[in-house]
């Protein structure tokens, strides 16, 4: 009787520690599945996250309008193939309690999701769709006209700003190497003229209405573009017989005037060459273009009156020698490019035909000659 109890006993025991450890490898399961289902969770809301295509930076252009909340903004970005999930972006934005900045913005499938979020909540990174071009061989007057049509800034602001002493003499302190004491002088009409880049500017919440940040971006494309241009010129041009350090601002003036006077690509070293050849000899540059603004007017204005040749003013390279005050006009590349590489040659004198081509003469009776062939209606000086 006692040995029967005593193994009842033993089965009772062994079928509770069967039950114990069914239990423990039913805990262990269940714990394992749900730490690997967590694993899987993160896993994929990771790979939610990350570029539709790691290898693909083209930008896309992305419109947020003052209506459109996480949700739209979302939908937006999922149907131009930006986001993986819009429903972890408005996850995303919403515990972020992100702020959405109203513009268009330029986003690529390399980005990351936290990357696009960070573009759209970054209000340098909105622009509002507009922007303005500076057009190669505009002028102060031109440009501000211009700005005036497409900006809250109104002509009379942009004017007195490109001479307004105290934003100059910032222009130095961030710009010293384009911006220098050349433009304090009061011989200049527009302190800026020729240092505002002829490039497309955006125009956003930051620029639309602050002149001074919108000066400060076309100056400083200026910089990036016209300095290491100017460190590739020899720097040293014979003025008068004498071999004369030039500076940037004497760069930039007489860039603008090829940028004036240029015709075909094929002819503007030439024209540069006709130039420093007459500067090598004391010789007036005579160039119309100089004259036009020193008349303050156009060049599609009408043609050149004797009063307008014979004006005093300092711009006017028929009665001035050597280089004018200071720029006539915002230079492109191209013409930067031509002083770069100025061709060497001994012709003094060039004129356009109606085609654009340039004629290059030795000597003014040559020239007289060329002109009454290409140009019509031409009447001989008698000089």
Same mark, same amino acid.
């Given at each position: 009787?006692?040995? =029967?109890?005593?193994?009842?006993?033993?089965?009772?025991?062994?079928?509770?520690?069967i039950?114990?450890?069914k239990? /423990?490898? #039913?805990i262990s399961l269940?714990?394992?599945?749900?730490? @690997?289902?967590?694993?899987? #969770?993160l896993?994929?809301?990771?790979?939610?996250?990350?570029?539709?295509?790691k290898?693909?930076?083209? !930008? &896309?252009a992305?419109e947020?309008k003052e209506s459109?909340?996480a949700s !739209?903004?979302?939908?937006? #970005?999922?149907?131009k193939? $930006?986001?993986?999930?819009?429903?972890?972006f408005?996850i995303?934005?919403?515990?972020?309690?992100?702020e959405?900045?109203?513009g268009?913005?330029?986003i690529?499938?390399?980005?990351k999701?936290?990357?696009?979020?960070?573009? @759209?909540?970054? /209000?340098e990174?909105?622009?509002s769709?507009?922007?303005?071009?500076?057009?190669?061989?505009?002028?102060?007057?031109? %440009?501000a006209?211009?700005?005036?049509?497409f900006?809250? *800034?109104?002509?009379?602001?942009? &004017?007195? !700003?490109?001479?307004?002493?105290?934003?100059i003499?910032? $222009?130095?302190?961030?710009?010293?190497?384009?911006?220098?004491? =050349?433009?304090?002088?009061?011989?200049?009409?527009?302190k @800026?003229e020729?240092?505002l880049?002829p490039?497309?500017?955006?125009?956003?919440?930051?620029?639309i209405?602050?002149?001074?940040l $919108?000066?400060?971006?076309?100056?400083?494309t200026t910089?990036s573009?016209?300095i290491?241009?100017?460190? !590739?010129?020899?720097?040293?041009?014979n003025?008068g017989? %004498?071999?004369?350090? &030039?500076t940037?601002?004497?760069?930039?003036?007489?860039?603008s %005037?090829?940028?004036?006077?240029?015709?075909?690509?094929?002819?503007?070293?030439?024209?540069?060459?006709?130039f420093?050849?007459?500067?090598?000899? +004391?010789?007036?540059?005579?160039?119309d273009?100089?004259?036009?603004?020193?008349?303050?007017? @156009?060049?599609s204005?009408?043609? *050149?009156?004797?009063q307008?040749?014979?004006g005093?003013?300092?711009?006017?390279?028929?009665?001035?020698?050597?280089?004018?005050?200071?720029? &006539?006009? +915002?230079?492109?590349?191209?013409?930067?490019?031509?002083?770069?590489?100025?061709?060497?040659?001994?012709?003094?004198?060039? $004129?356009?035909a109606?085609?654009?081509?340039?004629?290059f003469?030795?000597?003014?009776?040559?020239?007289? =000659?060329l002109?009454?062939k290409y140009?019509?209606g031409?009447?001989? +000086?008698?000089s």
């Open positions: 009787m006692k040995e =029967e109890k005593i193994r009842r006993r033993e089965e009772l025991r062994k079928k509770n520690r039950k114990k450890n239990g /423990k490898e #039913l269940i714990t394992i599945s749900v730490m @690997l289902f967590i694993i899987a #969770l896993s994929y809301t990771y790979y939610l996250t990350t570029p539709v295509d290898d693909n930076s083209q !930008k &896309i992305v947020v459109y909340g !739209k903004i979302s939908d937006v #970005l999922y149907e193939d $930006l986001i993986k999930s819009p429903t972890l408005k995303y934005s919403r515990l972020g309690g992100e959405f900045y109203v268009q913005f330029e690529s499938k390399s980005m999701m936290s990357e696009i979020i960070d573009v @759209l909540t970054t /209000k990174k909105a622009s769709g507009k922007s303005i071009s500076v057009i190669e061989g505009e002028n102060i007057k031109q %440009i006209k211009k700005v005036s049509q900006t809250e *800034i109104s002509e009379e602001q942009f &004017i007195t !700003k490109v001479n307004d002493q105290e934003f003499n910032k $222009l130095k302190k961030e710009f010293p190497d384009l911006i220098t004491n =050349e433009l304090d002088s009061p011989n200049l009409k527009y @800026l020729g240092y880049y490039a497309k500017y955006n125009l956003d919440q930051t620029n209405n602050n002149v001074e $919108l000066i400060k971006q076309m100056v400083a910089n573009k016209v290491p241009l100017y460190q !590739k010129n020899n720097k040293v041009w003025i017989g %004498i071999n004369k350090n &030039i940037i601002h004497d760069y930039i003036t007489m860039a %005037i090829l940028e004036k006077e240029s015709t075909v690509n094929a002819d503007n070293n030439s024209i540069a060459g006709v420093m050849n007459r500067l090598a000899i +004391s010789m007036p540059l005579q160039t273009p100089t004259v036009y603004y020193s008349a303050n007017r @156009l060049q204005s009408g043609a *050149i009156t004797i307008e040749l014979q005093r003013d300092l711009y006017n390279t028929y009665v001035h020698y050597g280089l004018p005050p200071g720029p &006539i006009a +915002s230079p492109s590349e191209l013409s930067y490019n031509a002083l770069n590489n100025v061709e060497k040659h001994d012709y003094k004198y060039f $004129l356009h109606k085609d654009g081509k340039a004629y003469a030795k000597t003014y009776q040559e020239h007289e =000659e002109a009454k140009i019509e031409y009447v001989a +000086s008698g």
